[in-house]
């Protein structure tokens, strides 16, 4: 149990176009996500908390506009990413937080590798 | 922002050898965990060691927790090729709000 994925595991678009990064947690209903990004050799960095049913509340630095972040039912966020560009490039990781659980149930998808020509 | 600090950034050893990586975090916490991500690949949970606590086993898997000092360490005894991995510590920030992650440990593993 506990299995959160993402959807697509890679993708490959160019400059000025819109990416969709699908979260689903598949046997558990989750309150809470979150979407994490990560560069080459670096580390997970929080980009947003995600309650489903209201606005996302977005890091320090992370534009909202770009990274539009939608949590419409307790099984599935979505991430897009507006407008890439290649520094958009990274690794984009989201987790899902059991809502039954403690704050300590918190799993994590494949992640999602996005590339922008 | 990260809510720990790691050291080293990379670590290369021999198989057989024993691994240590350390974290240092800044605020008070409740728990603190530690992840392995395999190179472009998504993240396993390792060990959740609470303040409480001061130390915690998993199989080959040895963490310390110094909440006076904010430190923690995580031990592999025996490694093997198969460890080479990047290893993480987090720990919330915000109450429960966050997990934060620490800058993270290259490990390297030689036959």
């Known amino acids: 149990g506990a299995v959160v994925s993402q959807h697509p595991s890679r993708v490959i678009c160019k400059s000025g176009t819109s990416v969709k990064i699908e979260c689903r947690s598949l046997d558990f209903q989750a309150t809470t996500m979150f979407w994490y990004r990560q560069f080459p050799k670096q580390s997970l960095m929080l980009m947003a908390t995600s309650n489903e049913g209201s606005k996302a509340t977005y890091e320090q630095g992370v534009e909202k506009d770009k990274f539009l972040i939608n949590h419409a039912s307790l099984t599935l966020s979505t991430l897009t990413v507006t407008s890439a560009h290649p520094e958009d490039s990274s690794f984009y990781i989201c987790s899902a937080r059991r809502s039954s659980g403690g704050a300590n149930e918190q799993f994590f998808g494949p992640g999602t590798r996005l590339t922008v020509l | 922002s990260q809510q720990g600090e790691e050291d080293p950034q990379a670590l290369s050893i021999q198989e057989g050898e024993n691994a240590t990586m350390n974290c240092s975090y800044k605020t008070s916490i409740n728990n603190l965990q530690w992840y392995r991500q395999n190179s472009g690949r998504g993240l396993v949970h390792l060990i959740l060691i609470r303040s409480n606590e001061r130390e915690k086993h998993s199989g080959r898997l040895r963490v310390t927790l110094d909440t006076s000092k904010k430190s923690s360490s995580l031990l592999i005894t025996a490694s093997r090729a198969a460890d080479t991995a990047s290893y993480f510590c987090?720990?919330?920030?915000?109450?429960?709000?966050?997990?934060?992650f620490g800058a993270g440990t290259r490990l390297a593993v030689h036959p």
């Open positions: 987090a720990a919330f920030s915000g109450g429960y709000n966050k997990l934060i």
